[in-house]
């Protein structure tokens, strides 16, 4: 039975492990990406903010010490909660990463001790080994627990891997250890104390004592050994028969032999004969390997530390040995460049020439790359391989640059031909063999006709000059015509050796019947031959050319190498966009390595399949868009030329122009250069669509949207650019409201002049300038206020998790200008509270404006909203907005949990709120002697109300600001698009009347359950303004008793530093000094209000009503101030209740039950 077969259970339990283990390594690979960076801890910042809360290893020996320490300090619970509820999931798919090592080598060694007790029947340990299939697997298995090995210890140092353990340990809890072992894991994979940053040294016994950590059998491992050693196990050498090409053809092999030697690292330190035997066959002429997808090693530094590797290995590291192999190397790569350059010629690989030289020309691409893999692996960087701080490696590698003359622009060219000549070959290959049975039929029908026409001349029915008539040769020819139609491709082997003797018989009737004197006859003889030659190479077209093609161009060594030709791929490219259609075969090359870790998924049918074939056809196609990036960089290069010339010196055409004026605005040798500067855009997207559409790997590639995707990004990245600079702000400024509109005209006229020049070009690169340009200003103004926003929640998004960054298209991020802002957007925003702040302006609602509070000069305006708009977009001003609704969020979230906080903890304050509720009931309408109770009141909790104040301030001037950002958004959005508006009023108003209708009557349908349309739907109406920021309910909140009466004593300590202004129609500071706004106040209290029930807002204003009210008659009553109607206490607390009444919409009906209409009267009038 095949060891393969569904039914064979032993061969399918091996064949499942080693698909699993090449899944593992890579969402290993995946996954390094994405490890927070917080786990790092690189910076000193970092160390000091999450130090106590990332732990290593440590953290198992005094586990309730350093629980407790984060337990007593709320900074540091904050933190774990931050750090739990941003990275939790991506921590637990580390782990379960980690884990499915300990799993893979666990099941390894079940299933060897299954083999050892003969649960498998008819297969043991030994037999194994003697099965094709066996063998490779068996040796496979082991080599890819090594690569695990390496690949996690490379991907995640030693202590980031210990603190993502035990951050999910802590953060999953009794789950994560109900599932998995974790003592296990811990043991496997704590740190080695390797690192891969240069200059390091080396861990002592290191990676031998790493991959002795969970034990294997030693007979196991010295078959794999034995066999890997000696055998060539995939039959590699004949892809390559030529001796010289052997160290090549066992490359693989090779890489297997290295990482299993360290499971048996005697070998390595003191069996001489053996790795005597190990280097004259795998490492005569080489020694930087690639062990797995472009991972190379250093031989001559990964053996430095073993006593009989190094020994054995200095014979093929001797100067001469190195120079006579560079030299040959060097004459090769001269002469194969000739040759691939004439054989690519126009029309020189043609079906017939790979017919007739088939072997010719596999020889050659055989040397070509033999050639490649020598130099790409063996001139490559030190940093490539991990061994740039080994002198040894450095003196080899110098010495192979200087011998082999290198020149990284002639080994491109000689890859560059290469591939394109293996995907010319492979094409013709593959049409000929589809094409097989109908040539064959064709060269068959064409050389019997040819007989069955000699048959006619020698039977006189065809007159030919100077042929008589002849039976025999007639009846011969016509049996000829037979055995040619008897000929069969189902049995090449008979049909070939008849075709041979029809050819011989063909040759020997000219000479025998003297038919040489008519030119005629030979001709047609002639015919015959060549059409019965042609059926030979017919027949000799099989899949196994394709298969040695395929093995002989396998690219998988430079998957990482190659980019250090990415420069010169590029250049060429500048140079000449055409190259691009050529760059395409070398991106096919490229992809035959997905070949290797896919072969035995695809074997197992396991679902890992889609997920592997996706992640490394995704890294080639980031590769592929990496190259072709200096398309769009050389277009926005030639952009910004064409962006000076728009904006600095052609002059815009009027509507009406004089003729003698038309010379001025023609402007001839500037709109030529424009004409140029075009043309040569328009040459560059050319250049990109002659690249066809490619299936690299899973992932088709289109060429137009690759030039789309890298416009995008050239962009986004400008675009991001500017906004950066151009937003950053002074503190030194003195006038900062001036400051401030002069960086945003100046932000808008650079973006004006982008965008224009974009929407100019779109046409010559074929593509929609304004939706690609609206597009991604709105990704780059939601990612940075997503960025922004980071800091204000616990639950960070990731740049993997963001819907806003792409992989394809990222959006930059650039180091903080200040401590306060994350990027351009916050530093705006808070920019703007600086200039607004209520402590030194005054807000005047009716000219919408901000004053400065001690020398009443404008700060600031309504119109800087629109100043926002102009410059950075409809989607920065909703950006500022967005970000203004997180800061609204914050504070009163630190309000709520500072009056919280006291209400619980504070016993003073309890007992001097228990003492007021008596006075202030509703039983109560007046309070005796107000002044001294209220102020004595407001004095006791004066330590909280100066808190709630400042919070209260902050939250009025950021909801005012956004009541402006609304109100230019819905300004422009009816004059700009006043059908969007229209439609989206009517919806609007139609869902909340639906919704109201279903609460008057229950038994109509809710008229959205999901809540899928309202979702969508407020999106729309907040970027078109039409949003009510003062009735907005911003965080979710309890029934907090003493609210009211806390916000009546804020009110009341305030009463001394506001008054009702008639100079500007509301409350203002009384001196200007005391800090305070009025409006700002109010709107502050408002939006306190509305997070609460509307009870909270009653209670208060039946309490500020009584406070009012007892002001009044107090007055009244000790006949104070003769002449004036009402004390300042009652006029400022009447502003207040008026403005929070007509804001929160309270009827005067309501206010008339607490207020005693005198008193309103008197107010109003």
Avoid at 831 to 853: F, M, N
């Amino acid at each position: 039975m095949d060891l393969l077969a569904e039914n064979n259970v032993c061969g399918q339990a091996l064949l499942r492990l080693v698909a699993r283990g090449n899944s593992i390594i890579a969402e290993l690979m995946r996954l390094a990406d994405y490890v927070p960076q917080v786990f790092r801890l690189e910076t000193k910042a970092e160390q000091q903010k999450y130090g106590d809360i990332v732990l290593d290893f440590a953290y198992f020996k005094a586990a309730d010490g350093f629980n407790k320490k984060i337990e007593n300090s709320s900074v540091l619970m904050d933190i774990d909660d931050e750090i739990r509820e941003s990275h939790r999931s991506i921590l637990g798919r580390i782990y379960s990463a980690f884990e499915s090592i300990h799993r893979y080598v666990s099941d390894l060694n079940g299933f060897l001790q299954d083999l050892n007790e003969g649960i498998f029947i008819q297969r043991t340990l030994e037999n194994m080994f003697l099965i094709e299939d066996g063998k490779q697997l068996m040796c496979e298995v082991l080599y890819l627990y090594g690569v695990m090995l390496l690949v996690v210890d490379y991907l995640f140092p030693g202590l980031v891997r210990e603190r993502i353990i035990v951050a999910h340990h802590r953060y999953a809890g009794q789950k994560a250890s109900s599932d998995t072992n974790i003592d296990d894991v811990c043991k496997l994979l704590r740190s080695t104390g390797y690192s891969s940053l240069p200059g390091t040294k080396r861990p002592l016994n290191y990676p031998e004592d790493y991959f002795r950590r969970v034990e294997l059998p030693g007979n196991y491992i010295s078959h794999v050994l034995g066999y890997l050693r000696s055998d060539d196990i995939y039959h590699q050498v004949q892809a390559y028969p030529s001796p010289e090409h052997r160290s090549a053809a066992l490359a693989n092999q090779a890489a297997m032999l290295f990482v299993c030697l360290y499971f048996s690292p005697n070998i390595l330190s003191s069996q001489t004969a053996k790795m005597r035997e190990i280097v004259d066959k795998f490492f005569p002429d080489n020694w930087v390997l690639s062990y797995y997808m472009g991972l190379t090693v250093n031989l001559i530094e990964a053996w430095e530390p073993y006593k009989a590797a190094k020994q054995a290995l200095n014979n093929t590291l001797e100067a001469t040995n190195i120079r006579d192999q560079a030299t040959r190397i060097t004459g090769r790569v001269t002469n194969l460049l000739r040759q691939t350059e004439q054989l690519r010629a126009d029309g020189a690989l043609s079906e017939g020439r790979v017919l007739d030289h088939s072997n010719k020309i596999l020889n050659l691409l055989r040397e070509c790359n033999v050639a490649l893999r020598w130099v790409m692996l063996h001139a490559a960087s030190l940093s490539r391989g991990g061994a740039e701080s080994n002198r040894r490696c450095k003196v080899v590698r110098d010495q192979v640059v200087a011998d082999l003359q290198y020149n990284p622009m002639t080994v491109f060219q000689l890859l560059l031909n290469t591939a394109s000549l293996e995907h010319d070959l492979t094409q013709i290959y593959k049409r000929l063999v589809s094409e097989k049975e109908e040539n064959w039929n064709k060269y068959c029908t064409e050389a019997n006709q040819q007989a069955l026409e000699l048959s006619e001349v020698f039977s006189g029915n065809r007159p030919l000059a100077r042929v008589e008539k002849n039976d025999r040769l007639n009846k011969w020819f016509k049996d000829i015509g037979e055995e040619i139609l008897s000929l069969s491709l189902e049995e090449p082997g008979p049909s070939g050796r008849k075709i041979i003797q029809l050819i011989q018989a063909m040759k020997d009737v000219k000479e025998y019947h003297s038919l040489e004197s008519s030119a005629g006859v030979v001709q047609a003889i002639n015919e015959v031959v060549t059409a019965l030659q042609s059926l030979v190479r017919v027949a000799g077209v099989t899949e196994d050319e394709l298969v040695t093609l395929s093995l002989i161009s396998d690219l998988s060594y430079a998957w990482v190498l190659v980019d250090d030709y990415t420069p010169i791929m590029q250049a060429a490219v500048k140079k000449d966009p055409s190259h691009v259609a050529r760059l395409r075969a070398v991106f096919l090359k490229l992809s035959s390595g997905l070949d290797l870790p896919l072969l035995r998924i695809n074997q197992a049918r396991s679902p890992d399949l889609i997920s592997v074939s996706a992640y490394y056809s995704g890294e080639l196609v980031s590769y592929v868009r990496k190259v072709l990036q200096i398309i769009p960089e050389t277009m926005f290069g030639l952009l910004a030329k064409i962006i000076k010339l728009q904006t600095e010196k052609i002059k815009e055409v009027p509507t009406r122009l004089d003729k003698d004026k038309m010379r001025d605005f023609a402007q001839l040798p500037e709109r030529y250069q424009m004409a140029e500067l075009s043309h040569r855009v328009a040459v560059l997207a050319e250049g990109v669509a002659m690249m066809e559409t490619t299936l690299v790997g899973v992932i088709q590639v289109d060429p137009r949207r690759l030039l789309e995707d890298g416009v995008r990004r050239e962009l986004v990245q400008l675009v991001a650019k500017i906004l950066h600079e151009g937003l950053t702000f002074s503190t030194k400024v003195k006038n900062r409201g001036s400051e401030l509109y002069r960086r945003l005209t100046m932000v808008g006229q650079q973006m004006n002049g982008f965008r224009t020049s974009f929407e100019y070009i779109q046409d010559y690169i074929s593509m929609y300038g304004l939706k690609i340009w609206q597009e991604e200003m709105s990704r780059i103004i939601n990612y940075n206020v997503e960025q922004e926003c980071n800091q204000l929640v616990k639950k960070k998004i990731s740049d993997h998790e963001s819907i806003y960054q792409s992989v394809a298209i990222p959006i930059p991020k650039f180091p903080p200008a200040d401590p306060q802002s994350v990027n351009f957007i916050g530093r705006l925003v808070r920019e703007i509270l600086r200039i607004t702040d209520p402590k030194c302006t005054v807000y005047v609602a009716q000219l919408r404006t901000w004053y400065d509070s001690k020398n009443h000069t404008e700060v600031l305006s309504s119109s800087v909203m629109g100043t926002v708009e102009s410059s950075i977009s409809t989607a920065g001003l909703t950006g500022v907005d967005k970000l203004l609704a997180f800061l609204i969020v914050t504070e009163l979230q630190a309000l709520v949990g500072e009056v919280e906080r006291a209400w619980k903890k504070d016993a003073t304050l309890k007992e001097a709120l228990k003492t007021m509720m008596p006075q202030l009931g509703q039983n109560s309408p007046v309070v005796a002697q107000p002044v001294r109770q209220y102020t004595g009141w407001a004095q006791r909790t004066n330590k909280l109300c100066t808190l709630i104040v400042d919070h209260i301030m902050r939250v009025g001037q950021m909801q005012i600001l956004r009541l402006h950002a609304a109100s230019r958004l819905n300004s422009s959005c009816k004059f700009d698009a006043k059908y969007l508006a229209a439609a989206l009023t009517t919806m609007n108003e139609s869902l909340m009347a639906d919704v109201k209708q279903h609460y008057t009557d229950p038994t109509r349908p809710y008229p959205d359950e999901d809540g899928a349309l309202t979702s969508e739907l407020s999106v729309f109406l907040e970027w078109c303004g039409m949003t009510q920021p003062l009735d907005r309910i911003y965080i979710t909140t309890h029934a907090l008793p003493p609210l009211a009466l806390l916000l009546l004593l804020t009110v009341v300590s305030q009463f001394s530093k506001m008054h009702l202004s008639k100079q500007i129609g509301g409350l203002a500071s009384i001196r200007g000094n005391e800090g305070v706004d009025g409006e700002p106040f109010v709107v502050g209290l408002v939006t306190v209000l509305r997070q609460y029930h509307q009870d909270h807002t009653l209670r208060f204003l039946q309490l500020l009503a009584q406070c009012i009210t007892s002001y009044s008659a107090h007055t009244a009553a000790n006949n104070i101030n003769k002449g004036v109607d009402l004390p300042h206490e009652t006029l400022t607390g009447l502003a207040i209740l008026e403005e929070v009444a007509k804001k929160m919409s309270i009827p005067k009906k309501t206010l008339s039950l607490y207020v005693p209409k005198h008193l309103m009267a008197a107010h109003n009038g």
